[in-house]
């Protein structure tokens, strides 16, 4: 059973830059396709980004230029480096991971909080 844990979220001003980190335990993550998703409140998750096998990247238009998820395969970790934030940055953001294979469903992060705030 794959486990996702959440860090590296906190508050920052708007145009300031974190760095969030997923790390795997029970598992490989060079295995999984993994995205961070989103929730603001009162709002319904959202997708913010997804890579897949070696270093192909996707990235949801409010954050494309603004944010970079990467792989640290020898810390079996994703990254996702995000910045010149921005007020709408504001969430709990959760890391979700799927195997590559396509087999033995998804798994979520508890998730970590986000607040970009003067």
């Known amino acids: 059973q794959v486990q996702l844990e959440e860090s590296g979220g906190g508050l920052v001003q708007p145009g300031g830059s974190l760095r969030l980190s997923c790390a795997f335990a029970?598992?490989?993550?060079?295995?999984?396709?993994v995205a961070w998703f989103r929730q603001a409140p009162g709002k319904e998750r959202e997708y913010v980004a997804r890579?897949?096998?070696?270093?192909?990247?996707n990235y949801d238009d409010s954050v494309k230029g603004r944010f970079t998820i990467s792989r640290d395969n020898t810390l079996n970790t994703v990254h996702l480096r995000m910045n010149g934030l921005k007020f709408e940055d504001t969430g709990v953001y959760y890391c979700?991971?799927?195997?590559?294979?396509?087999?033995?469903?998804?798994?979520w992060g508890q998730g970590t909080q986000v607040t970009v705030s003067a």
């Open positions: 890579i897949w096998a070696g270093r192909t990247t």
């Open positions: 979700n991971a799927g195997h590559l294979s396509g087999f033995g469903g998804t798994f």
């Open positions: 029970g598992g490989t993550s060079s295995d999984y396709r």
